[in-house]
C-alpha cells in the first residue's frame, strides 16, 4: 500500500491525477471539499439578510434561512440513508445540485431577488468547476510541473521565436504609432478592454485546443501507454499540453507588452499623445511619461501578440514536433510510473 500510495503522489505531483484507477470525483474530490463546501454554504445564509429592515426581521430570515437549508440537507441524508443532519460520507449529484440550489432560493424566497439567486447559484456552480481543476484534475500541479520546463520549451522554440518575434514586433510598431489605436482604446472603458483580451485569449485557446486530441493520442503511440489511456485520462493529458503551450503564448504576451510599455514610456511624449487623443493623458503616480492610455494601448497589443504567436505554434511543423518531442521526454517518466503503478496494484489485488 505504500508502494501504491508513492506511485499515486508522483502523478498527482505530474499533475495527472486522473492516471489514477478507481478515481472518482464524487469520492476523491468533491467529498475532500466538504468543509470547504460548508463554509460556503454557512457564509451563504446571510443571502437571507437585507440591509433595509430592521435588526430583529433581519434575526428572524436568518433563522428560517438556517431552517430551509437544514430541511433540505436532512432530505438528501434520508435519500442516502444517513442520519438527518450528518455530515455527507460521499458527495454525489444530489448532494452538489442541493449545494448549488438550496442558498440560491434564499434571496428568491425573502427577497425576491431574481439577480441575487442566480449569481449565488453560479457563483456556486464556478466553485465546483474551481474545485474540480484544482483538486481533481490537478491544475496547481500541472501549472507548477509546466513552469518548471518553461525555460526548456522556449530554449526548444528558439527557431520559431527568432521568425515569429521579429515580424510580430515590426507589425505591432507601426500599430503602435498609429493615432487611431490610441484614440480608440483611450477610450475604452476597463471592463470593454478586459472583455477585449478575453476575447483573443478564447480564440487562441480555440487555436490550441483544436489540435490537442490528435496530439495526445500521438504522444500516447509515442510513449507506449499500455493498456491505453481512457477519456478523462487523455483529457487530463491534453489538458498539461495546453497548460505547457498557454505558458509559452503568455510569457511572449507578457514581454511584448512590457516591451511597449518602456518604448512608450520612452519614445511617446505626453504632448504627443495629447495630439493624438485630444486631451491630456492621464499620469499614473506622477509620472507624466506612464499614463493609463498608454498601460491600455501595451495591453491591448499584449494580447493580440499572444494571439498571433498562439496561431504561429500551431502552424509551424517544425515547432510542433520539437515541443512533442520534449513534452514527450518529460511524460516519459510519468508513464513509467503509470505502468509500475498498475503492476503494484495488480499484484496487491492478487494477494
Not at 468533491?30 to 429592515?53: E, H, I, K, M, Y
Not at 430570515?61 to 440513508?81: D, K, Q, S, Y
Not at 478575453?198 to 493520442?217: D, I, Q, Y
Request: charged letters at 15%.
Amino acid at each position: 500500500m505504500d508502494e501504491l500510495a508513492a506511485y499515486e503522489r508522483r502523478l498527482r505531483r505530474a499533475g495527472l491525477p486522473l492516471l489514477i484507477e478507481d478515481y472518482s470525483a464524487y469520492e476523491d474530490i468533491f467529498t475532500r471539499a466538504v468543509p470547504l463546501l460548508s463554509l460556503v454554504l454557512c457564509g451563504q445564509l446571510l443571502g437571507a439578510v437585507n440591509l433595509d429592515w430592521p435588526a430583529w426581521a433581519n434575526a428572524l430570515a436568518l433563522l428560517g434561512a438556517l431552517a430551509i437549508v437544514a430541511a433540505g440537507v436532512a432530505l438528501v441524508n434520508r435519500r442516502r440513508g444517513r442520519p438527518p443532519l450528518s455530515i455527507p460520507d460521499r458527495v454525489g449529484p444530489v448532494e452538489l445540485a442541493a449545494f448549488v440550489l438550496l442558498p440560491a432560493l434564499l434571496p428568491l424566497i425573502f427577497g425576491g431577488d431574481v439577480t441575487s439567486a442566480l449569481v449565488t447559484a453560479g457563483g456556486n456552480l464556478l466553485l465546483l468547476a474551481l474545485i474540480y481543476l484544482v483538486v481533481g484534475v490537478g491544475l496547481l500541479s500541472i501549472v507548477r510541473w509546466a513552469a518548471g520546463r518553461l525555460v526548456g520549451q522556449l530554449a526548444a522554440s528558439l527557431k520559431l521565436l527568432t521568425r515569429a518575434v521579429p515580424v510580430l514586433l515590426i507589425f505591432m510598431i507601426v500599430l503602435f504609432v498609429n493615432a487611431e489605436m490610441w484614440q480608440v482604446f483611450s477610450d475604452v472603458s476597463d471592463p470593454a478592454l478586459l472583455g477585449v483580451i478575453a476575447l483573443f485569449m478564447a480564440v487562441g485557446a480555440v487555436f490550441v485546443v483544436s489540435r490537442l486530441p490528435r496530439e495526445v493520442r500521438e504522444l500516447e503511440q509515442d510513449v507506449g501507454a499500455d493498456p491505453p489511456l481512457s477519456r478523462r485520462q487523455r483529457f487530463n493529458v491534453g489538458l498539461v499540453m495546453f497548460v505547457s503551450q498557454g505558458l509559452q503564448v503568455l510569457v511572449v504576451a507578457v514581454l511584448v507588452g512590457a516591451f511597449f510599455v518602456a518604448f512608450g514610456a520612452l519614445a511617446i511624449t505626453p504632448d504627443v499623445v495629447e495630439a493624438w487623443i485630444g486631451a491630456r493623458p492621464q499620469a499614473i503616480a506622477g509620472h507624466a511619461s506612464l499614463s493609463v492610455e498608454l498601460m491600455k494601448v501595451s495591453s491591448a497589443l499584449a494580447a493580440f501578440s499572444g494571439l498571433y504567436y498562439a496561431i504561429a505554434v500551431l502552424t509551424d511543423s517544425a515547432y510542433r514536433e520539437e515541443f512533442l518531442e520534449e513534452l514527450e521526454s518529460s511524460l516519459r517518466a510519468t508513464f513509467a510510473d503509470r505502468a509500475g503503478y498498475l503492476a503494484a496494484r495488480r499484484a496487491t489485488v492478487a494477494s
